[in-house]
């Protein structure tokens, strides 16, 4: 019972204070959904390499942050379809990209530029 209450405490006294909430590995932080789809209708494309997948993605229109590659990237229609292409993961595993972009077809754009 002590704990939940310097827990809750201290939940009360980060919100005061107005933390931001940690950076994530992928170096983004989730600021504001654009929609909230729990029911997801999601497509993977699997690509050889991230230069293929860097390629292709620009060759889409991917928006890429300065002069950074491309990690991962995702498509979503009007009827909510989404399409994520990431790299092959027996050839190469980022399970944060893949989060990431599994976090757009969720919640639409919810990041500004990197921190």
């Known amino acids: 019972m002590r704990r939940h209450r310097l827990a809750a405490g201290l939940f009360a006294l980060a919100a005061l204070v107005g933390c ?8 983004y932080r989730f600021e504001r959904a654009e929609w909230s789809n729990s ?6 494309v699997l690509h050889p390499s991230i230069e293929d997948l860097d390629r292709e993605g620009r060759r889409a229109g991917a928006i890429v942050q300065r002069d950074e590659g491309i990690a991962a990237w995702s498509l979503i229609d009007a009827h909510g379809n989404c399409t994520i292409h990431i790299v092959d993961p027996t050839r190469l595993y980022l399970p944060e990209f893949i989060g990431h972009e599994l976090a757009h077809c969720a919640f639409g754009r919810f990041h500004g530029a990197r921190s």
């Open 20 to 27: 931001q909430p940690p950076t994530a590995k992928d170096g």
């Open 39 to 44: 029911q997801l209708r999601v497509t993977l």
